[in-house]
């Protein structure tokens, strides 16, 4: 049974860093692209930014671009998404998911065997 598990989320200052763990289970990365995504309170659930983990081929959403790092540790079987100049409206439940599909692709339809979601929260 495939399973993801995020971890790494809490309270940062705007300005600060988190790195986030998507740590998976029940299937080897190696075969699929993993992402990251993210849901505040009233909004839909928007890519952040996701890796193909076979050729480590890696886009991000506008919003986000040169502020956070994907990475994917094979031997670890888990994705990363390093998080810094943080603000406010970065603050969302964030999630992690995979697709075998090989496009490069953020859009949550294509993805599955989501995460619980970890918190973050950007706040002063």
């Known amino acids: 049974q495939v399973q993801l598990v995020e971890s790494g989320g809490g309270l940062a200052q705007p300005g600060g860093s988190l790195r986030l763990s998507c740590a998976a289970s029940g299937v080897t990365l190696d075969y699929y692209r993993i992402g990251w995504f993210r849901q505040a309170p009233g909004k839909e659930r928007e890519g952040v930014a996701s890796i193909s983990s076979s050729s480590g081929r890696t886009i991000y959403a506008d919003s986000v671009k040169g502020r956070f790092t994907i990475s994917s540790d094979n031997a670890k079987n888990t994705v990363y998404l390093q998080m810094n100049s943080l603000r406010p409206e970065d603050t969302a439940v964030y999630y992690c998911?995979?697709?075998?599909?090989?496009?490069?692709?953020?859009?949550?339809?294509?993805?599955?065997?989501w995460g619980q979601g970890t918190q973050v929260t950007v706040s002063s």
């Open positions: 998911a995979l697709t075998p599909f090989s496009i490069e692709t953020m859009d949550p339809g294509l993805f599955g065997s």
